[in-house]
Each structure stands twice: as structure tokens, then as C-alpha cells.
């Protein structure tokens, strides 16, 4: 009996009785579910910057009457790196998409990265295998 293969991408292979993950195989019949889940990651660029300007907003606040000419300064760098980091943060986010299989019997398969329209395709593929299914 032949299989119909409906993705094959890398080491992949979704056909409409079993779905290959690498070395693992599933049995399409016991597939429970599977999603694509996105998470936004904190961009390391934007976290720093923020907190420098969090830092030098502090040490302008805690400036003493000698120094205090100078808080003015501190605290307009400090809103500026806040800002910043801010904008940093939303213009240029990075997202991880997580593909998640389970199985009736509590197996679970993940596959992170950063290529969403990939886990989407793979999803779809699993999706058409249960269609497919007598």
C-alpha cells in the first residue's frame, strides 16, 4: 500500500498515514493535535539600551547639590536611551514560532525557530493527513 506525501522539508516527511519528525515517526491515526504557537523575544539590543538609560536616570536622581547642574543632563540622556530601547524593541522584535505535536499517548513533539511560514506549512500538511485519513 503506497503512501501519498504530502511535505517533505529537511528531515520532514508528512504523508497521510505517518509523519516523520528525523528519526521519530508518528502514526497519523495518533496525532491528538498540533499548533504553531508565536512568542515575542525580548531584543537584547533594546533590553540593554533601556537599561542604561534606566541606570543613568537613577544616577541623575541621586546627583548632590555640587553635582546637581548636571542632573538635568542625566536624565534627559536617561529618557532618550528609554525611548530608544522602546522603539528598538518594537521596530525590530524577534519572534519564535514553536510547532507542537501531541500524540494520544502524551508523546510530544517540538520544533522551534524562527521561520513561521515553515511550522505553518508543516501544520497544514497535518492538518490535510487527518482529511486524508479513512
Known amino acids: 500500500?503506497?503512501?501519498?506525501l504530502l511535505l517533505k522539508a529537511g528531515s520532514i516527511e508528512i504523508g497521510t498515514k505517518v509523519a516523520r519528525f528525523g528519526s521519530v515517526s508518528y502514526q497519523?491515526?495518533?496525532?491528538?493535535?498540533?499548533?504553531?504557537y508565536s512568542v515575542r523575544r525580548i531584543n537584547p539590543?533594546?533590553?540593554?539600551?533601556?537599561?542604561?538609560?534606566?541606570?543613568?536616570?537613577?544616577?541623575?536622581?541621586?546627583?548632590?547639590?555640587?553635582?546637581?547642574?548636571?542632573?538635568?543632563i542625566f536624565l534627559a540622556v536617561a529618557a532618550t536611551?528609554?525611548?530608544?530601547?522602546?522603539?528598538?524593541?518594537?521596530?525590530?522584535?524577534?519572534?519564535?514560532?514553536?510547532f507542537v505535536l501531541k500524540t494520544s499517548s502524551n508523546d510530544v513533539q517540538k520544533i522551534v525557530s524562527t521561520d513561521g511560514e515553515?511550522?505553518?506549512?508543516i501544520q497544514r500538511a497535518v492538518e490535510a493527513a487527518f482529511i486524508d485519513r479513512p
Not at 536616570?57 to 548636571?70: A, D, E, H, I, R
Not at 536611551?81 to 514553536?98: A, N, S
Open 45 to 72: 539590543i533594546a533590553a540593554i539600551v533601556f537599561l542604561i538609560g534606566v541606570a543613568a536616570g537613577l544616577f541623575g536622581f541621586n546627583l548632590k547639590p555640587p553635582q546637581s547642574q548636571q542632573a538635568p
Open 1 to 4: 500500500m503506497s503512501e501519498d
Open 28 to 36: 497519523v491515526a495518533n496525532i491528538g493535535s498540533v499548533a504553531v
Open 118 to 121: 515553515r511550522l505553518d506549512a
Open 81 to 98: 536611551l528609554i525611548v530608544i530601547g522602546v522603539i528598538i524593541q518594537m521596530l525590530w522584535p524577534k519572534r519564535e514560532f514553536t
